[in-house]
């Protein structure tokens, strides 16, 4: 099975949407699976879980075609002129 968590959005999705996937960093990654073990504290756990850091992040405006899975291309992830469909 799989699990998305979510968390409020950064500063960059909030204009966008009120939350977002929690995405961890790769140095969280160790703390995150001690937790499979119990060598992690619930504290230590509970603070990952946080908004991700916007600094590798940019946002732009893409297609709507984008939203159907009958579209496949790079293409789609192009950016495009604001207000354009």
Known sequence: SC?????????????????????????????????GDGSASKEALL???????????????ISRAVNSSANDSPELLEPIATGAP
């Open 3 to 35: 699990t998305m968590i979510v968390t409020e959005a950064n500063a960059l999705l909030a204009p966008i949407h009120d939350r977002m996937p929690v995405i961890l960093a790769p140095e969280d990654y160790g703390n995150w699976l001690a937790s």
């Open 47 to 61: 603070a990952l879980l946080k908004p991700a850091d916007t600094r590798c992040w940019e946002a732009y405006p």
